[in-house]
């Protein structure tokens, strides 16, 4: 046995963005990017750990709407265009750069990783990377699970109950659809949770959760164990909190890994520093400058003098923090085992983005952790199905509510700057349950169509995004006239739907710039999930 489990869990997820309507659109970049910094990287990471023997085990869960981009064959056109302009970039800089020592090795490097990943994505997966991740799924050591359909803050939504049932049973339909199998797990937005939130996730066959620490230390009965063994909720689905040291190692950029200043800077990018007429062909057509992903310098300390990237030291650097993580878990499983007398489980979630894309060496990082951790005994990886097989009898308590939001709660997806969205979230469910009573078997296909899309428009509504940007003044403008189109759209369907003239162009047109959840069935809101 050893002293300790960790359970290593990445949550992937970006909003849903895909504006057919336009030839370009910005927001679109956010999916490219972590493309080629995150999720084909990983894939490429974990398919090599598996090669090279590596045991090793890693929780991921893959939102909806981020599979659905994925799979899109307009944004996987979109995303080669995105590839080629940058790849054509870097070669660019090579020629640039020729005579600096320092920088033209960087953009060498930047080129030569594009070429990997065209390689990786093109013709190793086929550009379908939901099937890579499910090929890796099915090699035991990766662990997928869900999180809600449209990423939606499901306490916002906790005195609408159909609203959470569906954004709940509309995920596990559209995992299962995709991955052929039933979720066992599901990662709650933000940590977000209520009372009762755990009977409806047990309502569609979820086994286990993860929650922010002060949910399960605040839960009553106090657990015996604190954060250190999953306990079961009342409706008998587990119950996994976040261990804040390895959070606070990890996450911080501050206390974290991810300042030290020998790693690269995420804010210093060539988009912004190379004169307009040379770089205007790479950045927005309008003119307006953006980052390219080429960034030539460290972190080097507070202020704007910033130093050049020097890649082989950041390397030795990310090895030496994964070397200081695995020392710090063994001491923290050693310490709790000794005290309890069990293996204590160090539950890390982290976004997945991070590694990456806002931490450039995080994967490295990834990699030397994993490969470090299986060269030693005193703490091994687990997945969470895997512990539960052989941990079957625990604690019973009744969470508390919490997020890892922001002061522990909801603050940050109910504010002033966006509370104003709430009521719209509440009216547009408790119309979408009127249809759903009002019209029990739509024959007529566009009557029917129209009831979908109304669904369809209220999930994407619910989307925990928009106001995390409105709150955060992270693309504000572009959140608010999402949330905004949304709102407006249901409610012009509600309007044809109860009276109003039937206008099938608009209903088409509302399809065409959605294609999320081609299941989904007006007639399912407010119902569970029913495995097979």
Known sequence: MPKGYLLLLLHAHLPYVRHPEHEYFLEENWLYETLIETYIPLAGLLERLIDDGVDFRLSLSLSPTLLAMFDDPLLRERFMGYLDRTSELTEREISRTKNDSRIRPLAEMYNENLN?????????????????????????????????????????????????????????????????????????????????????????????????????????????????????????????????????????????????????????????????????????????????????????????????????????????????????????????????????????????????????????????????????????????????????????????????????????????????????????SERMKGLSLRFPEAKDPLLKKALNQALRELLLMEASDWPFMIERRTSPHYAEDRLIGHINNFNRLYGMLTGGAMDSGLVSEMERKTRLFPFLDYRDYGRSFSKG
């Open 116 to 428: 990997r990943i065209r390689r990786l994505y093109v013709e190793r997966y086929g550009s379908d990377l939901s099937s890579a991740f499910l090929r890796l799924a099915d090699t035991g050591n990766v662990e997928l699970i869900t999180t809600s359909a449209t990423h939606a803050y499901l306490p916002n939504l906790s005195v609408m109950p159909d609203a959470v049932r569906t954004q709940i049973a509309t995920a596990c339909r559209d995992y299962e659809r995709r991955l052929l199998r039933p979720p066992r797990g599901m990662w709650l937005p933000e940590c977000g949770y209520y009372e009762g939130l755990d009977s409806m996730l047990k309502e569609s066959g979820i086994e286990y959760f993860f929650l922010e620490s002060h949910g399960l230390l605040h839960a009553s009965p106090a657990p015996k164990y604190g954060v250190f063994m999953p306990v079961r909720s009342a409706s008998g689905a587990a119950v996994f909190a976040r261990d804040k040291a390895s959070a606070m190692q990890v996450w911080s950029s501050k206390a974290g890994y991810p300042g030290d200043p020998d790693y690269r800077e995420f804010y210093r990018d060539i988009g912004f520093d190379l004169p307009l007429k040379y770089i205007r062909p790479y950045i927005h057509p309008d003119g307006i400058r953006i980052p390219t992903g080429i960034k030539y310098h460290r972190i080097t300390g507070r202020g704007a003098g910033k130093r050049p990237y020097e890649r082989g030291k950041a390397v030795k650097k990310a090895k030496l923090h994964a070397e200081d993580f695995i020392r710090k878990k063994q001491a923290e499983a050693g310490r709790l085992n000794e005290s309890y007398g069990f293996s204590p489980v160090l539950t890390a979630p982290y976004d997945a983005e991070l590694f990456g894309h806002w931490w450039f060496e995080g994967i490295d990082w990834l990699e030397f952790l994993l490969r470090g951790l299986d060269a030693q005994d005193e703490i091994k990886t687990i997945t969470p199905s895997e512990y539960l097989a052989d941990n079957p009898a625990l604690q019973t308590v009744s969470p508390s509510a919490s997020s890892w939001g922001k002061g522990g709660y909801g603050s940050t997806w109910c504010s002033e700057r966006n509370n104003w969205a709430i009521r719209h979230l509440h009216a547009a």
